[in-house]
C-alpha cells in the first residue's frame, strides 16, 4: 500500500513539474517575442513594470482579469463562458502526453545531486508510464487532442453569433484542415526511422539528428507545426488586421488571455517541443562538465525550444502572410507533395538499413 501512494504522490508531482515547467516557458517565450519583435520594429518592448519589464506580463494578466465579464445578447451564456474552458482543458492534455514532465524531473534530479541528494525521479514520469504501457499513445493522443480543438473553435465562433467570428471559424477549418495531412504524414516520416514514441525518437538520435537524415521530413515538419500552431504568416483564423480577431472576436478581455495568451501560446509551445524532439535530439547534448546528466537533459531541452521559438518569431518578422488562397494551394501542392517525398525518403533508408 505504501508503494501504491508513493506512486500515485510521485505521479501527481510530475504532472504538477509538467504543468509548471511549461507555464515558465510559456511566460519566457511570450516575453521574449515581445521584446525580439520590438526589436524587429525599432522600439523597445516592455520596459517599466520590473527589471528590463520582466513583471509586465503579470501585470497585464491582472488588468485583463480585472475587467468586466460580458456576453452578447443573442448568445447561450453556459456555451459562451463553458467552451473557453474546455478548449483550455483539451489544450493543457498533452502537457501529461508530451515528455515536459520527464524533462522537468530530470532537472530536478539533477539540481537534488548538486546538493547531495542521490534519488532517481525520471522513472515517475507520467508520460514514460504511458509511452511503456503503450508505445505511440502519447504521441497520437496529441494529434487527436489537435483535431478535436478544431469542431471546438468552430462551435465557440458560431455561438457568438458574429459574422466575423464565424469568418474567423471558416479560415480556422480551411488552414487546419488543409496543413492536418502533410502534418499527419511528416510525423509518419519520422516515425518510419524513430519509432512511435516520443522516447524512442528520442533515443534514434543518439548518433545523429533527424534533421540531417532527412531534411524535406524536417521542412515540412517546420511548416505544418506553425501552421498547425496558427503562428504568422498561418494567422489568418486571427488575421487582427482584417477581421477583429477572429473566432474569438466578441470575447472580452479576461476570456481573452485564455483564448490568446494562453491558447495560442500554449500551440506554438508545443509545436516548439516537436520540432525539438524529432528534429533536435530532444534533451540529448553534450555533457556539461560539473554539473549531473539531469540538469544538462533538462538544460538542453529549454535551450532547444527557446531557440525553436526564436526561430517562429523570426519567421514572423521576415515573412509578409499572404492571401488565404495563396497558403490553401502553398499547402495542398507544394507542402503535401513534399511531405510525401519525405515519407518515401524515411522508407528508403529505413529498408535500406534493415537490409
Do not use: C
Not at 510521485?10 to 504538477?16: D, F, N, R
Not at 472576436?249 to 481573452?256: I, L, P, Q, R, T
Not at 488571455?257 to 524529432?278: D, H, M, N, V
Not at 495542398?332 to 528508403?348: D, E, G, P, Q, R
Amino acid at each position: 500500500m505504501d508503494g501504491a501512494l508513493m506512486l500515485i504522490l510521485m505521479s501527481l508531482l510530475s504532472v504538477a513539474l509538467a504543468f509548471a515547467y511549461s507555464g515558465t516557458l510559456d511566460l519566457v517565450t511570450i516575453y521574449l517575442e515581445r521584446k525580439v519583435w520590438g526589436k524587429v520594429m525599432q522600439r523597445f518592448g516592455p520596459t517599466h513594470v520590473g527589471y528590463a519589464g520582466l513583471l509586465q506580463l503579470i501585470a497585464d494578466f491582472l488588468k485583463y482579469l480585472s475587467k468586466e465579464l460580458f456576453a452578447p445578447r443573442r448568445t447561450n451564456k453556459w456555451f459562451y463562458y463553458g467552451l473557453p474552458l474546455i478548449l483550455i482543458s483539451m489544450i493543457s492534455i498533452p502537457l501529461v502526453l508530451i515528455p515536459f514532465d520527464y524533462v522537468a524531473l530530470a532537472g530536478l534530479e539533477g539540481l537534488l545531486q548538486l546538493f547531495g541528494v542521490d534519488i532517481s525521479l525520471t522513472k515517475y514520469a507520467v508520460s514514460k508510464f504511458i509511452d511503456q504501457v503503450a508505445p505511440g499513445v502519447g504521441l497520437l493522443g496529441y494529434v487527436a487532442v489537435v483535431a478535436v480543438t478544431m469542431p471546438l473553435m468552430y462551435m465557440l465562433s458560431w455561438n457568438q453569433a458574429n459574422k466575423y467570428g464565424a469568418l474567423g471559424a471558416f479560415r480556422t477549418v480551411l488552414l487546419l484542415v488543409t496543413y492536418e495531412v502533410p502534418f499527419l504524414i511528416a510525423i509518419a516520416s519520422v516515425a518510419a526511422l524513430g519509432g512511435l514514441s516520443f522516447y524512442q525518437v528520442v533515443d534514434f538520435q543518439k548518433s545523429v539528428w533527424l534533421l540531417l537524415l532527412n531534411p524535406i521530413a524536417a521542412l515540412v515538419l517546420l511548416v505544418t507545426v506553425i501552421a498547425e500552431s496558427e503562428r504568422p504568416p498561418f494567422d489568418h483564423p486571427e488575421a487582427e488586421q482584417e477581421i477583429v480577431h477572429g473566432w474569438n472576436v466578441e470575447y472580452g478581455a479576461g476570456e481573452f488571455i485564455l483564448l490568446y495568451g494562453l491558447y495560442l501560446y500554449t500551440k506554438a509551445l508545443y509545436a516548439a517541443a516537436l520540432i525539438t524532439l524529432f528534429l533536435l535530439g530532444g534533451w540529448l547534448g553534450p555533457a556539461i562538465p560539473g554539473l549531473p546528466a539531469g540538469l544538462t537533459a533538462a538544460l538542453w531541452f529549454t535551450v532547444k525550444m527557446v531557440a525553436v521559438f526564436l526561430l517562429f518569431v523570426w519567421i514572423r518578422a521576415a515573412l509578409a502572410r499572404p492571401r488565404v488562397d495563396q497558403i490553401l494551394e502553398v499547402g495542398w501542392t507544394k507542402i503535401l507533395t513534399l511531405s510525401i517525398i519525405a515519407l518515401f525518403v524515411s522508407l528508403f533508408m529505413r529498408v535500406a538499413w534493415l537490409v
